[in-house]
């Protein structure tokens, strides 16, 4: 069962006209659920809100949050999943014109699955990384938006399986590093902890805004917005990353380097208690 414009039907058909399939014309949030509320809601909401406008997509009237809210529970619970969940809204533009469309409007569909937790757990014990160099992330304000035009994350997540790694950091045109496959990208060396700039290319993340709030509650440590070398991973103690469904992935392996997880396990345990 999805939403589709505020419809709950079993399926949805798209058609050869399709702007998202033609033209990767789209976005989308992917959300958290937690006993029938939104994680991070506002946060969600209003970057929803700000990437339909860099797009010139046409924002209805009745779109408040309170309406994005309701339209994601309203299929939550229709699913018996509100418990826990992973929800994806993807909005795209409906149909008509080549690159230049005939119009603004939009139309949006809501999915839903199942999370086996509420909390943000450390799933995966080992996790290697490795630089994906065949393609590059640009560098300007497209780039930092949820778009359905996503081939370069799909290839790199190939190069990963081909190469036996559980995902990989993604470069910009500037050749610094950026963000990984399905997630921001956090460096600590010593007691400074770094993520690049959103003006390096990065995900607008949701996650990476709840740490940046977090690292208030660790004085001791230096939080900074600095772009990132490779050669830098390899002088770093942690290396973590963020997205809302996992919350923290911690880095342990980078080419023949070992990282620590210690600062990470503490900022899920803040984290956590957010929920």
Known sequence: MINFNGLLQDNFLITSLNRSFL???????TLKIVDGKILFSEDHYFRLMASMRIVRMKIPMDFTLEFFENQVISLTNALNCSHSARVRIT????????YLPNQNSISYII???SLASKKYE????YFE???FKDSFVSAQLLSTLKTTSKILNVTASIFAKENDLNTCLLLNDKKNVVEAIAGNLFMLTRNKLITPPISEGCLNGIMRKQIIRIM???PEIEFSEETISPFDLQKADELFITNVIQGIQP???YRKKEFKTT???QLLDKINKLI
């Open 251 to 253: 880095i342990t392996r």
């Open 122 to 125: 450390i799933t995966q014990d």
């Open 91 to 98: 909005i795209f533009r409906n149909d008509g014109g080549l």
């Open 263 to 265: 600062f990470s396990v």
């Open 129 to 131: 990384v490795d630089l």
């Open 111 to 113: 999915e839903a699955t």
């Open 216 to 218: 208030r509650d660790f």
């Open 23 to 29: 033209y990767g014309d789209g976005i989308f949030e």
